[in-house]
C-alpha cells in the first residue's frame, strides 16, 4: 500500500488504517517506557479501559482482540487486560480466548466478558442467569487476596452482564461477590491471571482506579511514570530522526490537533516547518488573526496565510444544497493549499513531509480497534490533499484528545487554543443553512456566534460544552421593536454535551444566560430579530445542522 519509494498518500494511510491485518504502530514502541496492552473484545467501555490505564502513568495500547499473540509480544508489554464485550462465552462466533495469551509470562486481568472467558476456558462453571446485572450494584469482598488488597469489605460497583462465573476454575481463589454475582472477582496469583466482573473504568466505580493501579503497580511491576506531557522530548527525538533535514509542511486549521502537532513539529525542526493557514473566510470572528499572531508572533513559526475568503465565496455562489457546499469548500480547500505547498517548491526544494494531527482516536475508529474500519467523511472534508505525495509526521497518533490538550499545555499553547472547542473544516458555511452563504449572511452569523461565544464564556461554561455555536436558516419572522414592525433572521443557539460526538444530548443552558443571549443578538443585531434554541439530541439529530 506504501508509495514504491517509501512514501505514502492520504488514500493509501487510509487503506492501510482500514486494513484489519496491517501492524498497528503508535506506541513508543523502542523506548524505555513500560506498556500494558489492553484488547478489544468489542466492549462499549474499551477505549476508556486505556485511557484509565495511562491516567494511572502507564503507556497503554487498545488493539483488537483478533490480532494475534505476536502482535502483542512484539510491544513486550509488562501486562495484558481483556475487555469487556457483548458477546455470551457460549454464542456462536462469540470472541475465543488464545490460550497463548495467558502463556506469555506476564500478568493478564480479565474484565467482564474478559473474565468470564478466562473462567469459561480454565474449567469455570459460567451460565446464563435468569436476571441479568446491570448498573450499580455492591460489590462484597471475601478474600482480598493480591487484587482487591486494601480495599473496603464493601463497595459500590457497576456491572453490565448476564452471563454469571458461579464457581472459580481448579486453582483459583474467590475474592468477592455481588448482588447477582457468586463470583465477581478471582485470581490464581501463580498463573498471575486475574479477573473482575465489573467496569474499574467507569466513574460509577469508586474503587475501580485503585484496583486498576494495584494491577498495574503491584501485580505487573509497571513504573506508574508516563504522562502524555511525558512524551513531549521522546516525540521531538522522533521527528528529527523521521525527517533528517527535509522541508515539512502542515496545515493549521487553528483547531487544536493541528495546533499543537504543529508546534510539536516546530520544537523539533524549528524553521524546517512551514506552516499553511488557509482563511477561508468561513471561520468565526477574528479566529484568523488569532492563529496568525500566535503562531507568527507569539512562537515564530513560519507560516503562510492565504486570505482565500473571495475565492470560496465565488465558488460557493447560488449553492444551497448541504453536500454540494461541504464538497467545494474540501475541493477548494485541497486546490489552495496545493498551489502554496508549489509556490513554496519555487525557491528550491519542495517539502517531502506533511504533518497530521492525527489522534489515537482516528487511528483506533480506522481499524485499530475492532470497531469501524471506514474513516469518517468528516474527516476528508477540509482535510489533505489526496493526490499530492507527501510522507506524514503523525506526532499525535499515540494520544487521545485529553493528552493532546495536556501537550499543548506543556508546549505552551494559550488556553483559548488548548480548550477551543471542535468546528467543522467547512465553518460558517455549514451553519448558514437553507440558503446560499453569502458574505452578509457569514458576517451576520460571526456576529451573533461572537455574542453566544462571549456569554458562554462569561458563564464559565465554554469548557463543559462539547460545541456551542449559532446556526443562521434562511427564516425571517415579523417581529415589534420600538413600536415598529420589523422583519429579521431568526438566529438558533446550539449547545451540547458530548464525550465523542457520536452522541450528543442538548445543553440545559441556564434560562437567565439564555435571555440575556437573547437580548444582546436582538439589541445588537439590527438583522436580527428572534432567537431559538434546538433541543434536540443525537441521535435523532446530529450536532450540525448540515
Ligand atoms: P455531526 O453534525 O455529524 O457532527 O453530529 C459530529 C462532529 O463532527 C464535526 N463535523 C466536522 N468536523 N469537518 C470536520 O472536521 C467536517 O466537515 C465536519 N462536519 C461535522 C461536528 O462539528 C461535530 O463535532
Keep these: 500500500m506504501a508509495h514504491p519509494d517509501g ?6 494511510v487510509a487503506a492501510e488504517l482500514a486494513d484489519e491485518s496491517a501492524p498497528i504502530e503508535v506506541g513508543p514502541s523502542g523506548t524505555h517506557l513500560d506498556e500494558v496492552v489492553v484488547l478489544d473484545y468489542g466492549g462499549q467501555y474499551s477505549q476508556l479501559i486505556a485511557r484509565r490505564v495511562r491516567e494511572c502513568g502507564v503507556f497503554s495500547e487498545l488493539l483488537p482482540h483478533h490480532v494475534g499473540v505476536e502482535e502483542v509480544r512484539k510491544r513486550k508489554p509488562k501486562g495484558l487486560i481483556l475487555s469487556g464485550g457483548p458477546a455470551s462465552v457460549y454464542a456462536d462466533g462469540a470472541p475465543k480466548l488464545e490460550q497463548e495469551l495467558l502463556e506469555l509470562g506476564i500478568p493478564v486481568l480479565g474484565i467482564c466478558y474478559g473474565m468470564q472467558l478466562i473462567a469459561h476456558d480454565l474449567g469455570a462453571r459460567v451460565e446464563s442467569a435468569a436476571t441479568g446485572e446491570y448498573g450499580r450494584s455492591t460489590l462484597t469482598v471475601t478474600e482480598p487476596g493480591r487484587l482487591l488488597a486494601g480495599l473496603p469489605a464493601e463497595q459500590a460497583c457497576w456491572m453490565s452482564h448476564r452471563d454469571t462465573v458461579y464457581t472459580a476454575p481448579p486453582g483459583f481463589t474467590a475474592l468477592a461477590s455481588s448482588t447477582m454475582s457468586p463470583v465477581a472477582a478471582l485470581e490464581d496469583v501463580e498463573r498471575g491471571i486475574y479477573g473482575i466482573q465489573y467496569h474499574p473504568e467507569v466513574v460509577h466505580t469508586p474503587y475501580g482506579q485503585e484496583v486498576l493501579k494495584t494491577f498495574l503497580g503491584d501485580i505487573c511491576g509497571c513504573d506508574l511514570t508516563w504522562s502524555a506531557a511525558s512524551i513531549v522530548e521522546e516525540q521531538i527525538a522522533r ?5 533528517g533535514d527535509a ?24 524553521d524546517q516547518l512551514t506552516c499553511v493557514f488557509v482563511d477561508h473566510g468561513m471561520m468565526r470572528k477574528d479566529e484568523g488573526a488569532q ?11 513560519p ?13 460557493l455562489k447560488g449553492v444551497s444544497d448541504p453536500e454540494t457546499k461541504r464538497k467545494l469548500i474540501g475541493t477548494e480547500f485541497i486546490r489552495v493549499f496545493e498551489e502554496e505547498a508549489a509556490k513554496l517548491a519555487e525557491d528550491g526544494v519542495g517539502a517531502k513531509f506533511l504533518v497530521q494531527g492525527t489522534l489515537y482516536s482516528d487511528v483506533i475508529e480506522s481499524g485499530g480497534g475492532t470497531g469501524t474500519s471506514t474513516i469518517k467523511s468528516h474527516h476528508n472534508v477540509g482535510g489533505l490533499p489526496d493526490d499530492i505525495e507527501f510522507a506524514l509526521v503523525e506526532p499525535l497518533r499515540a494520544l487521545f484528545k485529553d493528552e493532546v490538550r495536556a501537550v499543548g499545555a506543556e508546549l505552551g499553547l494559550p488556553e483559548r487554543l488548548v480548550w477551543r472547542q471542535p468546528f467543522p473544516g467547512p465553518g460558517l458555511a455549514i451553519r448558514v443553512v437553507g440558503g446560499e452563504a453569502t458574505k452578509d449572511r457569514l458576517d451576520l452569523l460571526r456576529d451573533a456566534d461572537a455574542i453566544l461565544q462571549d456569554e458562554i464564556r462569561g458563564a464559565g461554561l465554554y469548557r463543559e460544552l462539547w460545541q456551542s455555536f449559532c446556526v443562521l436558516p434562511d427564516v425571517r419572522t415579523v417581529g415589534v421593536q420600538g413600536d415598529e414592525r420589523t422583519y429579521g433572521y431568526v438566529v438558533v443557539i446550539r449547545a451540547v454535551t458530548s464525550d465523542d460526538a457520536m452522541t450528543a444530548d442538548w445543553a440545559r443552558l ?3 444566560l439564555l435571555e440575556q443571549i437573547a437580548a444582546r443578538m436582538i439589541g445588537e443585531l439590527r438583522e436580527v430579530n428572534r432567537v431559538v434554541l434546538d433541543i434536540t ?7 450540525e445542522w448540515e
Excluded: M, N, W
Design 7 to 12: 512514501q505514502v498518500t492520504a488514500s493509501s
Design 239 to 243: 521527528v528529527r530522526e523521521q525527517v
Design 247 to 270: 522541508k515539512v509542511i502542515c496545515g493549521l486549521s487553528g483547531g487544536v490537533d493541528s495546533s499543537v502537532a504543529a508546534l510539536l513539529v516546530h520544537r523539533a525542526i524549528g
Design 291 to 301: 492563529v496568525v499572531k500566535t503562531f507568527r508572533d507569539t512562537f515564530q513559526v
Design 303 to 315: 507560516l503562510v496565510a492565504v486570505d482565500a475568503e473571495e475565492r470560496f465565496l465565488a465558488k
Design 510 to 512: 441556564p434560562y437567565d
Design 537 to 543: 439530541s443525537k441521535p435523532p439529530g446530529t450536532i
